[in-house]
């Protein structure tokens, strides 16, 4: 006659191996989630601040390099690593974004890289696209001390 097979404890051990299985993926989305929406942020903040600038700035040469390195040190400070801007701005087909009737339009892109995903499982996926625009009428910001 056979014994019956002792199986205390088995359950503890079945619950540890699953809770490590379904945990490390788990967490890695949880850190993947917060990284996008930490780059998201920063990019909508960098857009923002990116218009201010070239919206301020007294001809559109000085507006696009403004609207560059503020756009950068925007991303900087977000604590957004490796995050590189890129910035295009249109003024709805005028020839100047600085004329009275003008509203400019400025677009980043950048890419925020997932967090601890190998190069061996994803080689063209380890990056996530992130895109954000702000719009400003060239009439409101206008500099201090400035004669309407």
Excluded: K
Excluded at 56 to 62: F, R, S, Y
Excluded at 106 to 128: K, Y
Aim: aromatic share 6%; proline share 5%; net charge negative.
């Amino acid at each position: 006659m056979r014994r019956a097979r002792d199986e205390r404890g088995s359950a503890l051990v079945e619950f540890c191996w699953v809770g490590l299985v379904l945990f490390i993926p788990l967490t890695w989305i949880v850190l993947s989630v917060f990284e996008v929406q930490r780059g998201a942020f920063a990019v909508n903040g960098a857009a923002r601040a990116a218009a201010r600038a070239y919206a301020l700035a007294p001809d559109d040469a000085t507006g696009e390099a403004r609207a560059r390195a503020v756009a950068t040190r925007t991303l900087d400070d977000q604590g957004s690593e490796g995050m590189v801007a890129d910035v295009s701005v249109t003024c709805g087909g005028l020839p100047s974004c600085h004329t009275g009737t003008a509203v400019i339009t400025v677009v980043i892109r950048s890419r925020v890289e997932m967090p601890l995903l190998p190069e061996v499982l994803a080689p063209e996926r380890r990056s996530f696209a992130l895109e954000a625009q702000h719009t400003v009428p060239i009439g409101q910001y206008v500099e201090a001390g400035e004669e309407p």
